[in-house]
């Protein structure tokens, strides 16, 4: 009782008034407040709230006429073996057409072919009908009586006779806690809900009572606005590479296969290269090289550099200008080291790659890559696991192991796996750029690379089964979802 609001307790009392249960307009109270007060008490459960789907009719243009001059195909009963153009004449053609076709189907005539006219003859059911079903349903709804067949108001809804609206129809009941208190008796006091400079500066405070406030009462919840998940981590791994000294750098969506694949030493057959592997571009198809550059790229491909063989093929020029969307941000790394190649470097980015992956619990075709370097002298493999786990930790992961793989423009390289729900997770690739990559651009110290997938380890931060939930418009999973 003392947690009731004043118009809590009013609306129990005129529920009592009305033996315990009634509509909201039948209360004498504002309906805002009636709503408001009923919803505290239900979720108190106080009262209960009875909901009824109710159809309701609204008579058209046509349909007042149809009550006022009656159905159409009536007026058809006095023309017994009368020809069609007779009556479209007298009708015109639209109305003839409708007045003929109803009476077909209620069997009111029939039409017979003589000397090449159509004449329309009255059935015994013509003769017989009077009154018709539609028109007492109309008469009904015209009196705000809705209580009609559902076959006739589909009829009526079908000849554009009528309108139907659906509203719902809410009862408020007093439940057996709700009667308890009704029976302990309700008195309304004036009482403080809040205090406010004036009262405080009136000493009023000092003469009312106070309304205790239970914190056990339903409340809706409020979410404030935030990032994206995936934004929060991007802001999150750009605090820690940015913490460790790292800087961080951008590129284009758009590249050429020579940046893209060449100057990383990827070969020309190399199955990433596909069609069904690789967005290529239909405008611009080719994007132009530096010729220089690419005659001493074409010569790595073909017999090494520094001691390497290369591959041992002959160098397609025109392959190396194809458009393309980039398949991993290291091309944004070999750029930098092109433009800055005196170390110390330290430089990373997150940003979108592209590839034609099929669609699955754990592959996109549009996703993030989170790419670095660190170029200096005396740079070493260690240095590179430290970094790594250093990076791991800083994001949550305990759990962190490497595995030997292979990278056409790295040596060594390595796989980085963290463990999720029992299993070891590859999260990204790892490595050393070999002398093909570096020396044709005048790169002497080691340079160590990681590229690291973003949607992979958002899924296992958020606890997810299906990458595609990251980007599925989920309200309600965003909402509740904490802060990274």
Known sequence: ME???????????????????????????????IMNAASW?????????????????????????????????????????????EIEEKFGKKDAKIMIGWALNKKWCNILKKDGKKYIIITNEGRKATSQPEEEALKKIYNGDFSIDEKIASILKKRRAIKERERISRSIYLTPLGWNII??????????SQITPDIIKSGEWKNKKFRRYDVKAFAPSIYAAKRHPLGQLIEKIRRIFADMGFKEIKGGYVESAFWNMDVLFIPQDHPARDMQDTFYCKNPKEIEVDKNLLDKIAKVHESGIDGSKGWGYSFDKNKAKKALLRTHTTVNTIRYLANHKKPPAKVFSIERVFRRENIDTTHLPEFHQIEGIIYEKDANFSMLKGILKEFYGRMGFKEIRYRPAYFPYTEPSMEVEVQWRGKWIELGGSGIFRPEVTKPFGIDEPVLAWGLGLERMAMILLGLNDIRKLYFSDIKWLQTLPLL
Request: glycine fraction near 6%; hydrophobic fraction near 35%.
């Open 3 to 33: 947690v009731l609001s004043p118009m809590e307790k009013k609306l129990l009392l005129e529920l009592e008034k009305h033996g315990g249960e009634a509509k909201p307009e039948e209360i004498d109270m504002e309906l805002v407040k």
């Open 41 to 85: 008490l239900q979720s108190k459960k106080i009262v209960g709230i009875k909901e009824k789907l109710i159809k309701e009719y609204e008579i058209t243009e046509e349909g007042k006429k149809f009550l006022e001059y009656g159905l159409p195909e009536k007026k058809l009963l006095s023309m017994d073996n009368v020809t069609i153009d």
């Open 183 to 192: 029976k302990k008796g309700i008195e309304i006091e004036e009482e403080l």
